[in-house]
């Protein structure tokens, strides 16, 4: 076919394209003057019997018609010729120079709004100019959109027009012969055009898709569908104003209709975006369509200018607001008690993620087992046998030995033989303070006061020892704990003694630590009994902190020397059946031993204060009250911001979900590090103020939303 002369006069170039009726050519008019091109339209009928050749031939001068008319708009190719030849037809128009909008649309070239609205105003007065003519083009899309050198865009390829009343889909018969035409493009051609009853808001369906596709960078068949209203769904893949989304909305709506009717209503809807509002304290500014963008041509910097700027400066102002109540509401919440439970669930937590630190070399445990009780047939061992475990141990000179066992009462035989060994320079006794019922039990007499520590724990209210009550007050006494009676004759021979602060009485320095006291709101504390000299019980290990064996192994010699020389023996119940067990930080996350004998609980608190003495470490810190309350705020406020400046759901979640991380794992390496800052408030406190921010946004847009469908859709 190629250099074909055609009519005489039309030389074929190249093939350009083929569909419907044939196939369409460039060619040069060889009778002008100066070299001239064209586009020839070669429609080739299905038969050669003539009755489809009269259909053929009225089809044919009917698109010739509608042709010269559309012809006229400037944006529009111009009819030049038609003509029969050899049964076969031919329509030349004019050639446009430039290039289709398919080889500009891309995901790394997608158009901003101002030049999308533009597009759309373009597109929609060609448009109106065609439906004003009772034509339907049937077949908008970037392939059939020529951009020329000068920027004008023009609508091409009217070879599947149709003329109001005419039957082109679904054929026209004559005896036993149909002919059918039908052109159309998958994903720009809404549901009524591929049923074969095209509509003016099929071409509106049409353009709306290609101006989605001009925003977005995206193929119409790459954009989910939503499965239950066959709507596009676009607005998650691009940010745009309400004004032009509600427009594109409703120009790709599945039910046509629900569409828009004509080009001119979109038109209409389109002037009234600059009749919008673009200051609107009440609307959250970056959903606003800035005046800047209302009108900007095709090469515009359609960057928001300040007053945009300074309308989300604005918003930002409402957040920081909200944010700064709810981190008061928090802190309210908080000072009332009501989060403790949760801060002392994060901290049991905490504390089970905090490294394990080996066997304290210093401690020896002697532990009576249920197998010791059943060997000596007693609920606990008598006088003679402790009398003979304690001579043992200082044939070995440990030295310290702290007996955990009330001996008040005597266990005969052996009394006098127990007292004997009690009397020992390096023994600490235990006594039982008891609470306000009563309770207590004294030491075993004979044992002077410098040699007597109480055993009685600070049990939190959920029945879980976190605290080290080293000093307490007894009937106008101060007496030390059993864990410090031990410390301190331990680090004795070592130089070490408690001294007071200089400049605060009320605070210890313990070698190379300072002991300062807990109080009733630190940490995640809010009203705990702070009562005597408290610090946090820094756990060393749930199991094995220090070498152990039974009174067994003392009696039948089965132990190293090593173990005890030099060291700190413990001698106390681990048998179940003694009912001296505790609950613990580790409890919730242990299968089985989950509860922790009480000699195994003081070995903590020994261990703790050696290491703090002589090591430096070991002690929990705390921050301030107002440095807990600037935590929480700084979260709330982070959660605000976040929540007002990320509009994108995913972008939000993942945002929302990493500063999550940041607090609990913030929180987790000062943990590690020994220090304890709330955790849940300020959790608290950036998730409430995340959900409101985001809540209030969308607020803000339904309204702003309504207020916009109002004055689009209201003449």
Not at 83 to 103: K, Q
Not at 232 to 244: N, Q
Not at 343 to 365: F, G, K, N, W
Request: charged letters at 20%; hydrophobic letters at 40%; a negative charge.
């Amino acid at each position: 076919m190629l250099d074909t002369l055609i009519g005489g006069r039309y030389k074929v170039i190249r093939l350009l394209g083929s569909g419907g009726f044939g196939r369409t050519y460039l060619a040069q008019d060889i009778q002008q003057s100066e070299p001239f091109y064209c586009v020839i339209k070669h429609f080739q009928p299905i038969s050669q019997d003539e009755r489809i050749l009269t259909v053929a031939r009225r089809l044919f001068e009917t698109e010739a018609r509608i042709l010269e008319r559309l012809g006229k708009h400037e944006q529009i190719p111009r009819l030049i010729d038609f003509f029969e030849e050899n049964h076969e037809f031919y329509i030349v128009e004019d050639f446009v120079d430039g290039h289709a909008l398919s080889d500009e649309f891309s995901r790394d070239n997608c158009l901003d709004e101002g030049q999308v609205i533009e597009f759309l105003r373009d597109v929609l007065q060609i448009l109106d100019f065609v439906h004003e003519n009772r034509v339907i083009h049937r077949d908008i899309k970037p392939g059939n959109l020529i951009r020329r050198p000068d920027g004008q865009i023009v609508l091409i390829d009217f070879g599947a027009v149709k003329e109001l009343g005419t039957q082109l889909l679904g054929g026209e018969k004559s005896g036993n012969t149909q002919f059918t035409v039908g052109i159309c493009t998958h994903g720009y051609t809404p549901g009524e055009q591929l049923a074969g009853s095209p509509r003016f808001s099929s071409d509106i369906y049409a353009l709306g898709m290609t101006a989605i596709q001009a925003l977005t960078g995206q193929q119409p068949t790459e954009l989910p569908v939503d499965p239950d209203t066959s709507q596009i769904l676009w607005k998650d893949v691009v940010r745009v104003s309400p004004g032009l989304s509600l427009i594109l909305d409703r120009m790709v709506r599945y039910e046509f209709r629900t569409r828009f009717q004509s080009a001119a209503d979109v038109l209409r809807s389109l002037d009234k975006l600059s009749e919008l509002p673009t200051n609107i304290t009440a609307v959250p500014p970056s959903m606003l369509l800035p005046e800047s963008m209302l009108r900007l041509p095709l090469n515009a910097d359609s960057r928001p200018g300040p007053g945009w700027r300074g309308q989300l400066r604005s918003g930002l102002g409402v957040a920081i607001a909200a944010s700064v109540a709810i981190a008061a509401g928090v802190i309210g919440v908080q000072t009332l008690g009501w989060l403790e439970p949760l801060e002392l669930s994060a901290y049991d937590h905490m504390v089970r993620l905090q490294p394990r630190l080996d066997p304290d070399p210093r401690l020896l445990i002697v532990q009576i087992t249920e197998t010791d009780l059943q060997r000596l047939q007693r609920v606990t061992p008598s006088d003679a046998t402790l009398s003979e475990v304690l001579s043992t141990l200082q044939e070995h000179s440990p030295r310290v030995i702290g007996l955990d066992l009330y001996r008040d009462i005597p266990q005969d035989p052996g009394r006098d033989l127990l007292l004997e060994q009690l009397q020992a320079d390096n023994v600490i006794a235990i006594t039982k303070m008891g609470d306000v019922a009563g309770g207590h039990i004294p030491a075993p007499p004979g044992v002077p006061d410098n040699r007597i520590g109480f055993n009685d724990f600070p049990i939190d209210a959920d029945g879980i020892v976190r605290r080290n009550l080293i000093f307490a007050s007894y009937e106008s006494q101060v007496l030390h704990s059993f864990a410090m009676r031990v410390a301190l004759l331990y680090l004795k021979e070592e130089g070490i003694v408690p001294v007071n602060v200089e400049h605060d009485p009320e605070q210890l320095d313990l070698g190379q630590s300072r002991l300062i006291p807990l109080e009733s709101n630190s940490g995640g504390y809010q009203s705990v009994d702070a009562a005597g000299y408290q610090i946090m019980l820094r756990y060393r290990a749930p199991h094995h902190l220090a070498q152990a064996i039974t009174v067994s192994n003392i009696l039948d010699g089965n132990f190293d020397p090593e173990w005890i020389s030099d060291r700190i023996v413990l001698i106390g119940t681990t048998a179940p059946s003694a009912r001296d067990l505790f609950n613990t930080p580790y409890t919730a996350g242990l299968n089985e031993d989950h509860q922790m004998a009480g000699v195994i609980i003081h070995a903590q608190m020994v261990s703790q204060l050696l290491t703090a003495a002589t090591d430096g470490n070991a002690l929990y810190w705390f921050v301030p009250l107002q440095a807990e309350m600037a935590w929480i705020l700084l979260w709330a406020l982070v959660g605000g911001g976040i929540a007002w400046y990320v509009r994108h759901p995913l972008s939000l979640g993942l945002s929302s979900a990493s500063v999550l991380v940041i607090i609990v794992g913030t929180s987790i390496l000062l943990f590690v590090n020994q220090g304890w800052l709330p955790v849940v408030a300020p959790v608290l406190a950036f998730i409430i103020a995340d959900g409101a921010i985001v809540s209030y946004r969308f607020y803000r847009l339904h309204r702003y939303q309504q207020a916009i469908e109002t004055m689009m859709w209201t003449d």
